[in-house]
């Protein structure tokens, strides 16, 4: 047909009106091909009327179902119709459509579109579902059902409020709390660390993280938790008691666990990392070893404030044993 390739040739010179003539015309010869149908969608697309682009390609895949078009074909025009609906901003619309296409014809690229916007939309939803005044109320159900014992609403309603103010530090503190209360510790303690990403200042959360620290038996990293906390408000209560049980638990573990107990206390300490890091350090190898061999030595090399800090930390998480 000399309508098409005349279209096709309007289309690529962007005369988007008179080659959207062509393809009627075309259509009038053949109405039973889908392919000038789509050809027009192709047209729409590029000149921005989206809402056309959707309804000749729906046109063009139903005229293809009837006259026996390929499965690829159909899907090409599922998958434009779906680019018209993303353009809109319709992308639940959207991912329907791309859904179909793969469904007529698997193709790889429409599979990472598809992806890609599903977690476009994911976003999308989550920016739309914020509103301070509707975090507010969620975190005041969630005081309620704290203060009633009730953790389980406690946790739904502060995870409401999380998702409706995400950057709010005081919610997550609180929810870090409830996580508590059902033992889920490192819920908890991932809730804390974000509270204190939010807002490095809040000392609150150092007591709760070094209050969840201490429950999960890391005593050397609570130690540094409480007095940052301190560093931050040197009058802070919680902070100071926090502080206070942890040397208490520190010194009572060293003097009335088994042995068993504290083998089992130094592999969990030996776990961490940060532990390993220290006991990789030669310097810290060699005061350990003079501690044996030449107290003086060990001794002096306390006296450097960064040495007696990882000793410290290596006492606090039962890795070294005193007394």
């Avoid at 005081?143 to 502060?158: H, M, S, V």
């Avoid at 902070?239 to 010194?251: F, T």
Wanted: with cysteine.
């Amino acid at each position: 047909l000399r309508s098409q390739p005349r279209g096709n040739e309007l289309y690529k010179a962007k005369k988007f009106d008179e080659a959207l003539a062509a393809y009627d015309e075309a259509i009038a010869l053949d109405p039973r091909n889908m392919t000038f149908i789509a050809n027009k969608a192709s047209v729409f697309l590029s000149s921005g009327r989206f809402a056309e682009c959707k309804t000749a390609c729906d046109e063009a895949n139903a005229v293809g179902k009837e006259n026996r078009a390929t499965f690829e074909e159909r899907a090409k025009v599922l998958a434009r119709a779906a680019k018209a609906l993303e353009k809109t901003n319709d992308y639940g619309e959207a991912i329907v459509y791309y859904k179909n296409a793969q469904l007529e014809h698997f193709d790889k690229a429409v599979q990472r579109r598809l992806k890609n916007l599903e977690l476009e939309k994911r976003k999308m939803d989550a920016l739309n579902y914020q509103d301070e005044d509707k975090a507010e109320e969620a975190k005041q159900k969630g005081n309620d059902a704290f203060r009633g014992k009730d953790w389980p609403t406690a946790i739904k309603n502060y995870e409401d409020a999380v998702k409706r103010s995400p950057k709010n530090a005081a919610i997550r503190n609180n929810l870090s709390a409830a996580l508590c209360k059902i033992m889920d510790f490192n819920g908890a303690k991932r809730e804390v660390d974000k509270a204190i990403e939010l807002d490095p200042k809040y000392t609150k959360a150092f007591a709760r993280r070094g209050e969840i620290e201490m429950l999960m038996k890391e005593n050397h990293k609570a130690l540094e938790s409480f007095k940052t906390g301190l560093g931050i408000d040197p009058s802070n209560a919680a902070c100071k008691e926090g502080l206070r049980k942890c040397n208490a638990s520190i010194m009572e573990a060293s003097q009335n666990m088994t042995e068993e107990e504290r083998k089992e206390r130094a592999a969990h300490g030996m776990a961490d990392p940060e532990i390993q890091a220290i006991l990789s350090d030669p310097v810290i190898r060699q005061t350990l070893q003079d501690f044996n061999d030449n107290p003086r030595e060990a001794q002096q090399a306390l006296s450097d404030p960064a040495i007696a800090a990882k000793i410290n930390k290596l006492i606090a998480a039962g890795v070294v044993q005193t007394g």
